[in-house]
């Protein structure tokens, strides 16, 4: 864990998105949560001793960022696309997943149940919690229901799955079109404490390169299809980016398979109409 204000504490090293909490006058609220209960556990723990949990806010869709509510007795806050998402979650297929994570996990998820957001928005949303602001605004790319957090007093972002800094980045799901305007918007932002979805902490210095990467990903397939490549093929084919950036932490072994869900997306996101 990494304290990076007085008041703003995150977790980089561990396998799953980033993740963090803000202490607060009135108690806790916690952005996004672990993807392991054994994380998950030692991360109420060490929130205990800073306070009780009032909220969790979580920035998108996919269960790295939300499994781990379940071990919190917290609202959660989502957007509406989020909140349906996870309720529409095939919940023993992601115990199944989750299971193989290590030892602990399997006891630790009997008789799950996720704990999806009760408030949600559409397009922003302002939290306030004590002497804190919480601001949520929609910015989808990586997702259709990606948000951006600022904590207004600290000077913090958390950018959630926009930003992969360093690291190999996911468009298995993405709009890269919206993904560059979801960029340009975190550009405009006052904040300057980035805090990316995987990877290590950022800035606004580390846009350029990101916002490069997706429009490279997305000629790259272009010419795939540009020489009459079947998806089937381009799947097959184009691994150019298997070795740019290696994986997040305890992802290690899965560049190929996300290279495919890469490809296959952004084949259909470029011949679909």
Known sequence: MEQLTSNVFVETQIR?????????????VMIDTPHKPSDALKWKAEIAKHGDVRYIINTEPHGDHWTGNAFFDAPVVGHEGVRSRILNTDISGLVA?????????????????????????????????GDHTFQMIHMPGHTLYQAAILVKEEGVVF????IFHKVQTWLHEADPDLWLIALESLRALNED????????????????????????????????????????????????????YPMDVGQDGMAPRVMQMNVANLYDFLTVS
């Open 16 to 28: 799953g998105c980033n993740h963090g909490f803000v202490t607060t006058s009135e108690g806790v």
């Open 193 to 244: 404490i980035f805090v990316p979805g995987h990877g290590p902490l950022c800035d606004k210095g580390y846009l350029d390169e990101q916002g490069s990467l997706i429009v490279e990903w997305k000629d790259y397939i272009q010419s795939g299809i540009d020489r009459g490549m079947s998806k089937e093929e381009a799947i097959v084919n184009l691994t150019a980016f298997t070795d740019r």
């Open 159 to 162: 950018t959630s799955d926009n």
């Open 97 to 129: 997943s989750v299971s193989g994570f290590g030892p602990e996990e399997p006891a630790l998820l009997e008789g799950y149940t996720p704990n999806a957001p009760v408030l949600t928005f559409k397009n922003d949303m302002t939290l306030h919690v």
